[in-house]
């Protein structure tokens, strides 16, 4: 059973940062990409960024600039680091794990991350 555990999700103010981890366990696969969503309230889950298994990187333009995604294979985890949170980023953050078309893809269960002015 593939468990994703999301950790660093918290109550931060405007400016701060924050760095959240997610770890997967009970797997063989190793995960083609890894990556963060999130979701706010009234709103539609939302990419975040992305990182492939040789490190290439993709961001929410919202984010760029401001957050960096970061992986270990060897540990089957995945960072993102917060810098300049503004108040809109207030959401819960998911992490996802994609193996290939034919396994398919894991879900955390979610962290909350709340900026307050």
């Known amino acids: 059973q593939v468990q994703l555990v999301e950790s660093g999700g918290g109550l931060v103010q405007a400016g701060g940062s924050l760095r959240l981890s997610c770890a997967a366990s009970?797997?063989?696969?190793?995960?083609?990409?890894m990556g963060w969503h999130r979701q706010a309230p009234g709103k539609q889950r939302e990419l975040v960024a992305t990182i492939t298994s040789a490190g290439s990187t993709n961001y929410a333009g919202s984010v760029k600039g401001r957050f960096t995604i970061s992986r270990d294979n060897a540990k089957n985890t995945v960072y993102l680091q917060m810098n300049s949170l503004k108040l809109e980023d207030t959401a819960v953050y998911y992490c996802?794990?994609?193996?290939?078309?034919?396994?398919?893809?894991?879900w955390g269960q979610g962290t909350q991350v709340t900026v307050s002015s």
């Open positions: 996802n794990a994609y193996v290939n078309s034919y396994v398919g893809e894991y």
């Open positions: 009970g797997t063989i696969f190793r995960f083609n990409s």
